[in-house]
């Protein structure tokens, strides 16, 4: 059983441009959340997502981020028109189910915007 | 809201030698969970030991335990026999019970002198 997969790894985006984060979370997970990592901080929760629906985004900037976690596929965080700070690592995390259980955490990708 | 407060941004300690992590948290809830994760320069967030705040008994994991104090409110992390492999970041997170949204601190940065 895969843990949580992140892709890409490292991701490198101009001033402008669109950045997309994918998180296959474990297998028979369908529970994904997702954490920014500044330098030199912790982890800051983003976003709950459950198949389909968005639980709770209350860690979301209000513009240029979206997050989605459809019926098929990975679960997608979309940073539109990105600016130098939104430079940090993302990292994913997937349960079981809402809390009962642990929630796993992928190695993160890093977000590097010129 | 719940803050975790981490007041050490960095320590060392020599080899075989024990360490105290300090780690204190704000919340109103009763119900919760609390953990140390490790994060060695790979970006893996490494769930190191966690603790139920309904449990008297003070969690354990061979090298590494926890002095929970709730009404201090105070979560800190032994580590002994501290060896090479043990440098690396480590963050202290609490989670509300109903699911998993965590709340990290900033970090202590270990580091373990041969």
């Known amino acids: 059983n895969a843990g949580v997969m992140q892709n890409p790894r490292h991701l490198v985006r101009r001033r402008g441009q669109e950045a997309r984060l994918r998180c296959s979370p474990m297998?028979?997970?369908?529970?994904v959340y997702w954490y920014r990592q500044l330098p030199e901080e912790g982890l800051k929760f983003m976003v709950y997502?459950?198949?389909?629906?968005?639980?709770?985004e209350s860690g979301m900037p209000k513009e240029r981020f979206s997050a989605e976690f459809p019926k098929e596929g990975p679960s997608i965080l979309r940073i539109q028109q990105v600016v130098r700070g939104d430079s940090a690592a993302y990292f994913c995390?997937?349960?079981?189910?809402?809390?009962?259980?642990?929630?796993?955490f992928g190695q993160g990708t890093r977000l590097t915007v010129v | 809201a719940q803050t975790v407060t981490q007041s050490q941004p960095e320590m060392s300690v020599q080899e075989a030698e024990t360490v105290t992590l300090s780690c204190t948290y704000d919340?109103?809830?009763?119900?919760?969970?609390l953990f140390w994760y490790k994060q060695p320069p790979s970006r893996q967030m490494i769930l190191v030991i966690r603790?139920?705040?309904?449990?008297?008994q003070n969690a354990t994991e061979n090298r590494f335990s926890v002095n929970f104090q709730k009404a201090a409110k105070s979560f800190s992390l032994k580590i002994s026999d501290s060896q090479l492999g043990d440098a690396a970041m480590y963050f202290c997170?609490?989670?509300?019970?109903?699911?998993?949204?965590?709340?990290f601190g900033s970090g202590t940065k270990l580091n373990v002198k041969p």
């Open positions: 995390a997937s349960s079981w189910d809402r809390g009962h259980t642990e929630a796993f």
């Open positions: 297998k028979g997970h369908s529970h």
């Open positions: 997502l459950q198949k389909e629906n968005i639980i709770d």
């Open positions: 919340t109103s809830e009763s119900d919760y969970y």
């Open positions: 603790q139920e705040a309904y449990k008297q």
């Open positions: 997170a609490y989670r509300s019970a109903d699911f998993n949204k965590f709340y």
